[in-house]
């Protein structure tokens, strides 16, 4: 009896053991940070997912006007220039960048970083300075640019267009009417732009239900994102900006914002830049200066390159281990790259 009882005493004693070893095991560390839920709730997901394009009242939506915008986005009888088309510096094997710190310009370098066209759709300001506020704008804006011809007009532009057959057939079909104008150009251009939208990412996946879309560290980085790091404050929403303006201490002589709204606090302040692709559209910020998303960490981790005169960010504070997993999260952000078509141009062998 006795015997029976130390028998039973052991057994007990080594399953309450081997009970505190297994919950010990799959307690979090105590210096660990927090892992986000794999399911969001619904509404929290959805708020992060790209929804459908809106496309404005004035410019709708035809997918004769998106391939006509194909076609001129490609072509370099727009610039009048043969080795200059948009493409040349918003190229989609370079995610829809130039790959290069400063835009070049007829050989000449240009103060500031081609800006990707991923989800352009989704903003609701334009440039780095904000001289734009719609797209249709923008597309006005570039084509009358000395980076695509010194000296262009609109209308050299409209003739040189309208000079080649297949392409009167495209805007009448494109616009149903006749007639090739400026301004059925740059809206033809900015339906094309509408439609360069990022592939679903890894993050994406992962919001939708997909556990094991994402890694435990970029987890850890997107609560990071959303908290410590402070992220959240500019890039939100579903294309990761707020297409607001901000000061965050680059070294630069570059007014920004303040040429535009004159206003003190708008100096050395620049657009948000989208996230989505982020790791495919180096170098980083508005004068290309972060060539890594690594530099780019540890710039906001240190509170930026100048202290005081409008700078809005502060020092983070981030370990090692937490700029790895913020790493981890924004590397999430990049889907497989969608395939572009090429379109074979119109030939212009009647007038």
């Known amino acids: 009896m006795l015997h029976i009882s130390i028998v039973s005493f052991i057994v007990v004693l080594l399953m309450s053991l081997s009970a505190t070893a297994e919950e010990s095991d ?9 892992l986000i839920s794999p399911l969001l709730p619904p509404a929290e997901a959805n708020a992060w997912l790209l929804p459908a394009v809106d496309y404005p009242a004035a410019n709708p939506y035809s997918k004769n006007k998106q391939e006509l915008g194909r076609s001129l986005f490609f072509d370099p009888r727009l610039s009048g220039n043969p080795s200059k088309t948009c493409a040349t510096c918003h190229h989609p094997g370079l995610g829809w960048a130039d790959g290069m710190a400063r835009a070049m310009a007829n050989q000449q370098g240009l103060g500031r970083h081609t800006p990707s066209l991923l989800n352009t759709a989704y903003e609701h300001a334009f440039f780095w300075d904000g001289r734009a506020a719609s797209l249709e704008d ?5 084509l009358l640019s000395p980076g695509m011809l010194s000296g262009e007009t609109a209308r050299n532009i409209v003739i040189r267009i309208a000079a080649i057959s297949a392409y009167r057939q495209a805007f009448n079909e494109a616009f149903a009417s006749e007639g090739v104008s400026f301004e059925r150009i740059t809206a033809a251009l900015a339906t094309f732009v509408r439609s360069i939208i990022s592939a679903p990412s890894p993050f994406d996946h992962w919001l939708k239900g997909d556990t094991e879309a994402i890694s435990a560290s970029a987890k850890r980085g997107f609560a990071l ?14 294309a990761f900006t707020d297409s607001s303006f901000h000061n965050t201490g680059i070294n ?12 003190d606090e708008d100096r050395n302040a620049f657009k948000t830049p989208g996230l989505r692709d982020i790791a495919i559209t180096p170098p980083y910020m508005h004068n290309g200066s972060k060539k890594t998303l690594n530099d780019v960490i540890d710039f906001y981790n240190r509170g930026g390159d100048t202290i005081g005169s409008g700078n809005q960010l502060k020092a983070l504070h981030l370990s090692a281990e937490e700029k790895k ?16 078509l090429v379109p074979a141009l119109p030939v212009a062998l009647l007038p």
């Open 26 to 34: 799959s307690a979090p560390q105590i210096n660990s940070p927090p």
């Open 138 to 142: 923008a597309v006005n804006q570039d």
């Open 225 to 238: 994102f959303r908290g410590k790091a402070e992220c959240i404050r500019c890039h939100s929403g579903p």
């Open 252 to 263: 630069t002589v570059d007014p920004g914002h303040y040429e535009i709204s004159g206003k």
């Open 325 to 340: 997993d913020l790493l981890a999260f924004l590397y999430s952000l990049s889907g497989e790259n969608r395939e572009t």
